[in-house]
């Protein structure tokens, strides 16, 4: 494929597994006559990600030897580097019934049609292993590794079709990404994603890489995260009003990256940034505690993984890494212990966890912790929950 200067894409092309319209219908017309399956909310995100290139070159869920591969190396059978093991569950299907060739319905939770699944073979994994390889935790208590358990062991892998249409306009896919990309005339694109609300040490970071590349894809993951996580459409909104004031337009793509989080850290730091090389940037922002929760991983493991994997040479991406960000008072403004001399009693630091705490409690987010904008949506998003818990 032609990448107008872009970084190539994983594998070298951008893979479309969408079905066409003519396709589509005859699908719908067929379906009642297969088998389905209905899809857990991760592997819907996962399908949709199948379906439009964000994957490539996966063209299905993951068979036995590019599974076991992912967990065990980071990697495809044939080297290509990847992190997470894109699996699909037998759930209450009984692995007797499905044969090799055989199509599956791949339904959502309502039972809507979404994409085909041509079976090409059903395997168990370790689970015990995927776990320890994938999140570094076998603890239950971690959400990641609760899913997983959830999920089962029985897995069936093989090529999809994917019903295009019906989801979030804001979602450019691969090919609408890399398009906007060259429209601006960038070459070299930086991806920034959090599920957290954005707040001044996430501005501080995008900015400064911004001075170094063409442009900056904002990419917030708005797939299913944790209970206590902000909502997706509030987060949205608070991108939308600190673009509107703070960042120049022509410079800044905002789209949404509709995938689950895992919880799984470095491993799923790593894939943040593979898929973003799909998407077309060339870097892509590697903070502390990337993708992780509680206290399950190193504040510097995603970056100390990105270069045990071989970083930009093997990867295909080049990382910004980022140490703690703060605000200080002594210097007045966003710095890391890399620029500021002064002590801890100057430093306000800032992360989402702080930002949901301070909203659970009722008080206000400080303008050195978050722009009035920005403030003023997580506060009226949150006071209905607050009055609640009254």
């Keep these: 494929m032609t990448t107008h200067g872009l970084v190539a894409p994983l594998g070298g092309r951008l893979v479309d597994r969408r079905l066409a319209p003519d396709a589509a219908a005859d699908l719908h017309h067929r379906a009642a006559t297969l088998p389905g399956l209905r899809l857990r909310d991760a592997e819907l995100a996962d399908l ?4 439009n290139g964000a994957y490539s ?9 590019d599974s076991e591969a992912v967990v065990d190396g980071a990697a495809l059978g044939d080297g290509t580097p990847w992190t997470l093991p894109i699996t699909l569950s037998a759930g209450d ?35 015990e292993r995927e776990a320890r390889e994938v999140y570094r935790t076998t603890d239950d208590a971690h959400p990641g590794v609760r899913a997983l358990r959830g999920a089962g062991a029985t897995l069936i892998g093989g090529t999809v079709r994917v019903l295009g249409g019906g989801g979030d306009e804001r979602a450019l896919d691969p090919a609408r990404t890399r398009a906007a990309f060259v429209q601006r005339g960038w070459r070299s694109v930086v991806a920034f994603q959090t599920r ?22 904002l990419h917030p993951l708005v797939g299913v995260t944790k209970d206590d996580d902000i909502p997706a459409a509030v987060r949205m909104r608070c991108y939308e009003v600190l673009l509107d004031g703070y960042y120049p337009p022509e410079r800044v793509l905002l789209s949404t990256f509709p995938a689950a ?11 943040h940034g593979l898929v973003r090389r799909n998407y077309g940037c060339s870097h892509f922002i590697i903070g502390r505690d990337a993708a992780g929760v509680g206290s399950y991983y190193g504040t510097y493991d995603a970056q100390l993984l990105y270069d045990e994997l071989g970083g930009a040479e093997r990867l295909g991406f080049q990382a910004f890494k980022f140490e703690h960000t703060f605000h200080c008072t002594a210097c007045e403004g966003m710095a890391s ?19 949901r705490e301070l909203l659970a409690a009722g008080d206000d987010l400080p303008r050195a912790f978050s722009r009035p904008e920005v403030a003023a949506i997580l506060r009226a998003a949150h006071a209905p929950a607050v009055g609640r818990a009254l």
Excluded: I, W
């Excluded at 609300?197 to 900056?216: F, N, S």
């Excluded at 212990?337 to 930002?355: F, M, Q, Y």
């Design 57 to 65: 070159p996966l063209t299905g869920f993951l068979g036995r030897a």
């Design 196 to 217: 957290n609300p954005v707040h001044r040490a996430h501005e501080y970071l995008t900015k400064v890489a911004l001075e170094q590349v063409d442009g900056l894809l």
């Design 261 to 271: 989080m895992r919880y799984a850290g470095p491993r799923e730091a790593v894939y």
């Design 337 to 355: 212990a890399r620029t500021c001399p002064h002590g801890p009693e100057h430093r306000l630091l800032l992360s989402g966890t702080r930002v």
């Design 93 to 127: 299907l009984g692995a007797g019934t499905l044969a090799e060739g055989a199509e599956l319905a791949l339904r959502d939770a309502s039972g809507r049609l979404r994409g085909v699944l041509t079976v090409a073979e059903v395997f168990d994994r370790d689970l």
């Design 48 to 51: 949709e990600l199948l379906g």
